[in-house]
């Protein structure tokens, strides 16, 4: 992936729900900073699902989501393929991101004081609408607010059919007629417009009215910090306008859709629980926190051990709803003290609803990536918790993963030819050397390439690159860096 960061303002781009290595996370820790090309690379070894990317700046991830960074990544597998499921991208396929947006008296997106906008956006659009055929329909929703729940439901009641949520396909569709999205998660439903007829409108809405105090978009009132126009009520997220069925249309619901098998909590060999906390004395802005701390880049709050089979337990006994998220794994939701575990998020996940006085318990298995330098991270997903300090880090410790040899870089490496044009090379001491992070800066200090865990057997391409004078910083797998001058002709 080449993220160029065009902004004048630093960022990080998080592959949410990917399973990666934690340096190509985009958490916390990876800052791009402006006018920087940040190259991360992994083998996709996701279910295919619904994904998405969106920053991860600290203290700032509210405001640069506000202001639209984010989107989708759509990931397809053969079992997905072999199946009769609606998708042609944009006719019976269609991606939805929800979100609301407040407005300042100049008409500017405004993120200060405000937990909820006041004004729904899907896609992006206010009042958004769409043409869809007489046939199954599937719908790909993810909830991109900052704090806002949904609880989806159709205008006339009618049943739809989750076939799959935040990791993948479920074993079977399930049938629903409520379902509550926390921010973060997403969920794939087929919706059956064969029985309606061409002309017939139908709304997606938010049945967000009647709930006790706690849930996120529950609150009553109109202005003010957690105040919405939305908030505590029916409102419509799209507006569909039934027309002719496609060609080759999709028009029976499947039996089956996958065969997963999932983790149970006898299966876990390590327990690890996470509170949530109020805030902590001397931080009024930060009014929640998990196990009494507040995020610090210093601190880990959890080692995981390669390839262990966790359950973790996570409990708000606290006044109000949140969305707890995960990186690098998906899980599997085994049980919840408020009742059975929902057929409709019975697959894998990687964010979980969380109500007020309540617990829920999941178990993953930590595999395939390790690393003591870059952590992952666990928070609750609302923009204001998050920039509010509501996050731990994790570190996976173990065999070596990362397919870089440990080896020392020693003290010195070569670059050719100097001066470069379109490629630069580096020539390591030795054969074995593992370099870890290649970061590349101009004369005056500016960073412009970040490179993690990067493959050097074909060059680094420059081509890009203004003349001039540039100096690039080696590090190896036990965080030695040494630096080298060359030119760009």
Known sequence: MNVHNYLNDSTTLHWHGMHLPAVMDGGPHQVIPPGTIWQPYWKVANNAATYWYHPHLH?????????????????????EAALALPRTYGIDDIPLMLTSRRYDGSNAMTYINCSYGDYMLTNGTPNAQVNLPKQMVRLRILNAEMERAYNLGFSDGRTFYVIGNDGGLLNAPVAETRVILAVGERIEILVDLGTNNIGDTVNLNAYNGGFALGFPGGETAQSGQFGSLLNNKTFTLLHINVTAATANAITALPVA????????????????SVTVTGGLPGQPGNPFGLDNTHFDFNVINKTVNLNDIEKWTITNSNVFGHAFHIHDVEFKLVSRSTGAVGAYESGWKDVLYLPIGSSATFVAKFDDYSDSIHPFMYHCHFGPHEDGGMMGQFVVKGDNTSGINETNIGTDF??????????????LPEENAG???VRMSDIAGRSVYMLPQPQLDNGIDIANLPSGIYFVALT????????KKFIKD
């Open 435 to 437: 370099v870890y992070y």
């Open 476 to 483: 190896d797998s036990k965080f030695n860096t040494i630096t």
């Open 59 to 79: 203290e700032m991830t509210q405001e640069q989501m506000t202001k639209g960074l984010g989107g989708f990544i759509i990931v397809r597998d053969p079992q």
């Open 414 to 427: 070569n670059l050719y030819p100097n001066p470069a044009h379109n490629k630069l090379f580096i020539q």
């Open 257 to 272: 859709l996958a065969n997963n098998t999932y983790w149970t909590a006898s299966d876990a060999t390590v327990n690890k």
